[in-house]
């Protein structure tokens, strides 16, 4: 019987089944560690496209608060016809809105 790795004849009798066995379980281990770190980027990309997308409809978003509050501001200020009055207004209300949701967020982690 001669051995994958050479042309050397492989020991028969308990040292070879020994032999043999341990390559086995070294490929089993290789198998498991290839299996593991496909697995680990899978995650890893998942996680990643997951990310982008969260940033990227938090850019939208945020885009989309911003033009809102240039409208309303400008509204404001051709209606009340004080320079300034507009953007003060919506930045104010703004604020508000975020300070309230900050007081809202800390009270229920106090729970």
Do not use: K, N
Not at 20 to 41: G, S
Not at 95 to 106: D, S
């Amino acid at each position: 019987m001669s051995s994958d790795t050479g042309g050397e004849p492989e020991a028969s009798g308990p040292l070879g089944h020994l032999r043999r066995a341990l390559r086995h379980a070294e490929d089993a281990v290789r198998c498991y560690l290839a299996l593991f770190a496909a697995e680990a980027q899978r995650r890893v990309s998942a996680a990643v496209v997951q990310a982008v997308w969260a940033l990227l409809l938090a850019g939208l978003g945020l885009l989309g608060v911003v033009l809102i509050a240039v409208g309303l501001a400008t509204y404001v200020e051709s209606r009340t016809a004080t320079p300034g009055a507009g953007p003060f207004a919506i930045g104010a209300a703004l604020i508000a809105a975020v300070l309230v949701v900050l007081l809202v967020r800390r009270s229920g982690r106090r729970q």
